[in-house]
């Protein structure tokens, strides 16, 4: 599995930006996927969550702002980042798992969110 992440960007505090990860194979078939986010100085940190059945999850810092999905058709899972805060800027990474032989778990290259307050 091979993933790219582009969308990143800067923005103004109370804006918004799109993410994605295209995947090189059918996301369908992807068990796990997440956002990650690490910010200079602190450590990576998990944002959101979504499995193959659809089932997602948020951290606290960013629920009820943040929307993760994914198009099955187009094989690209996005991160949806509505009422941007400063403290939201970071590098984010898209990563995908396996829990099923063979498993994997792979990172794509990150991309850049800087949001001004």
């Known amino acids: 599995v091979q993933l790219q992440a582009s969308g990143g960007g800067l923005v103004q505090a109370g804006g918004s930006l799109r993410l994605s990860c295209s995947t090189s194979?059918?996301?369908?078939?992807?068990?796990?996927m997440n956002w990650y986010r690490q910010a200079p100085g602190k450590q990576r940190e998990l944002v959101a969550t979504?499995?193959?059945?659809?089932?997602?999850g948020y951290s606290d810092s960013v629920k009820d702002r943040f929307t993760i999905s994914k198009d099955n058709a187009k094989n690209t899972m996005y991160l949806q980042m509505n009422s941007l805060k400063p403290e939201d800027t970071a590098v984010y990474y898209c990563?995908?798992?396996?829990?099923?032989?063979?498993?994997?778990?792979?990172w794509g290259q990150g991309t850049q969110v800087t949001v001004s307050s």
């Open positions: 990563n995908a798992v396996g829990i099923r032989t063979p498993q994997y778990n792979v």
């Open positions: 194979r059918n996301i369908f078939s992807i068990n796990i």
């Open positions: 979504i499995t193959s059945g659809g089932t997602t």
